[in-house]
Nanobody, 124 residues
């Protein structure tokens, strides 16, 4: 099995920066694509960004393009979500997710493993 644990959430002012981490443990060799999603109160969980297993491909939702960066350190089995120029509308619980295969995956149902989430609150 695979366990994903997010960390790094918190309260930040608009315009500020934050870096989230997602540490994987267990059968980490079974994970290839890693993604980040977020869910704001009363809204559906939405795709934020993802990275391939070899870290050579990243893709993002239009709403965060240019402000968020996904990266990974395979030696540490950790994926990161660097966020800059944060806006109040970025307030949400952020989840990392893993999938066993390569490709482009932006739907919640396409991921096999999920973390418990970390809260990010951006004040105006």
């Amino acid at each position: 099995q695979v366990q994903l644990v997010e960390s790094g959430g918190g309260l930040v002012q608009a315009g500020g920066s934050l870096r989230l981490s997602c540490a994987a443990s267990g059968r980490t060799s079974s994970i290839w694509t890693m993604g980040w999603f977020r869910q704001a109160p009363g809204k559906e969980r939405e795709f934020v960004g993802a990275i391939s297993g070899s870290a050579d491909i990243t893709y993002y939702a239009d709403s965060v393009k240019g402000r968020f960066t996904v990266s990974r350190d395979n030696a540490k089995n950790t994926v990161y979500l660097q966020k800059i120029s944060l806006k109040p509308e970025d307030t949400a619980v952020y989840y990392c997710a893993g999938r066993r295969t390569s490709g482009r995956f932006v739907e919640r149902s396409e991921y096999d493993y999920w973390g418990q989430g970390t809260q990010v609150t951006v004040s105006s």
